[in-house]
């Protein structure tokens, strides 16, 4: 099982910038898809960006593409997302997920919709 835990998150202006971290524990078969979601009071958790660590492809909520970048440094197990031009709906906890690559039609992929791992999450909350 794979331990996870964010940090990072604070409260400031749109249009400034934040980046988030995620540490991961060992179990290195558990992190190969880890992703980056948020829950806003009163709305449903939404997936904002993934990286599967086995080619490298990421993935991103049409909401923050061009905004947000999602990173990981495989040799210190962290994954980062780097938030730029943050705007007041992006308020928000964010949290990191991990789970392994699953094989589906002769294919590697992270299915991202069903991660089994979580942290505890961390709040960001953005001022207009």
């Known amino acids: 099982q794979v331990q996870l835990a964010e940090s990072g998150g604070g409260s400031v202006q749109a249009g400034e910038s934040l980046r988030l971290s995620c540490v991961a524990s060992e179990d290195a078969h558990l992190r190969d898809c880890m992703g980056w979601f948020r829950q806003a009071p009163g709305k449903q958790r939404e997936g904002v960006a993934g990286i599967n660590s086995d080619d490298g492809s990421t993935s991103y909520a049409d909401s923050v593409k061009g905004r947000f970048t999602v990173s990981k440094d495989n040799a210190k197990n962290i994954l980062y997302l780097q938030m730029n031009d943050l705007k007041p709906e992006d308020t928000a906890t964010y949290y990191c997920?991990?789970?392994?690559?699953?094989?589906?039609?002769?294919?590697?992929?992270?299915?991202?919709?069903?991660?089994?791992?979580w942290g505890q999450g961390t709040q960001i909350t953005v001022s207009p």
């Open positions: 997920a991990a789970d392994s690559i699953q094989e589906v039609a002769g294919r590697r992929v992270c299915l991202y919709s069903s991660l089994r791992y």
